[in-house]
């Protein structure tokens, strides 16, 4: 079964952190990432990183978010820093085969910052 399975969502206070992850199953893809949703707003990317572990970010998290993988648990990570109430949205974790052609979505983790 293809799929991907995001852990780690919650509620944090503003500057704090939080972790999340997501485990691909059935499938594998060069890259994966993540977006983000927040009410009455588009999905907009957040983070990727390809299988030789070269990393992009939007401009609004880098310095504060750190996406990383491990190829053998086929597993993506995200770690967030210094969060901000902004960074109030429902995650999505993404596989894709290359950036900007993601075909594999998540079912989406709340992350929720108090102010």
């Known amino acids: 079964q293809v799929q991907l399975v995001e852990t780690g969502g919650g509620l944090v206070q503003a500057g704090g952190s939080l972790g999340l992850s997501c485990a691909a199953s059935?499938?594998?893809?060069?890259?994966m990432g993540w977006f983000r949703q927040a009410p009455g707003k588009e999905r907009e990317f957040v983070a990727a990183?390809?299988?030789?572990?070269?990393?992009y970010y939007a401009d609004s998290v880098k310095g504060r978010f750190t996406i990383s993988r491990d190829i053998a648990k086929n597993t993506v990570y995200l770690q967030m820093n210094s969060l901000k109430p902004e960074d109030t949205a429902v995650y999505y974790c993404?596989?894709?085969?290359?950036?900007?052609?993601?075909?594999?979505w998540g079912q989406g983790t709340q992350v929720t910052v108090s102010s």
């Open positions: 993404a596989a894709g085969v290359q950036l900007g052609s993601f075909d594999v």
């Open positions: 059935g499938f594998s893809r060069n890259v």
């Open positions: 990183i390809a299988w030789n572990r070269i990393s």
